[in-house]
């Protein structure tokens, strides 16, 4: 069992910088891949990024990019999504969830992702 916090939320200008991490609890978070979702108003909830448990592979959604980067600490038990020059389509609720997925996989849908966090808000204005 795997229990997930997400924060680092809030909000700011378009062209600035967050930085959200995932607190997780347990003593075997280097086991699970770690994905970043984010879900906006009124639209399905989408990938953003995903790290293996070990942090050496990592994919992006094509929209973020060259703009997030996604890292752990695993001695930590924590994930992060830095996110820089954040545009108002950024805006959404932004969740991170943890997959005890086999060394190496990486996974993209929510429906491999067995643990989920509670979310936190990132706006961006315009």
């Known amino acids: 069992q795997v229990q997930l916090v997400e924060s680092g939320g809030g909000l700011v200008q378009a062209g600035a910088s967050l930085r959200l991490s995932c607190a997780a609890s347990g003593r075997t978070f280097s086991s699970y891949a770690v994905g970043w979702f984010r879900q906006a108003p009124g639209k399905e909830r989408e990938f953003v990024a995903t790290?293996?448990?070990?942090?050496?592979?990592?994919y992006y959604t094509a929209s973020v990019r060259g703009r997030f980067t996604i890292s752990r600490d695993n001695a930590k038990n924590t994930a992060y999504l830095q996110m820089n020059s954040l545009k108002p389509e950024d805006t959404a609720v932004y969740y991170c969830a943890a997959d005890s997925a086999p060394p190496g996989r990486i996974p993209t849908t929510q429906a491999q992702y067995e643990f989920w966090g509670q979310g936190t808000q990132v706006t961006v204005s315009s």
């Open positions: 790290i293996t448990g070990s942090g050496r592979g990592t």
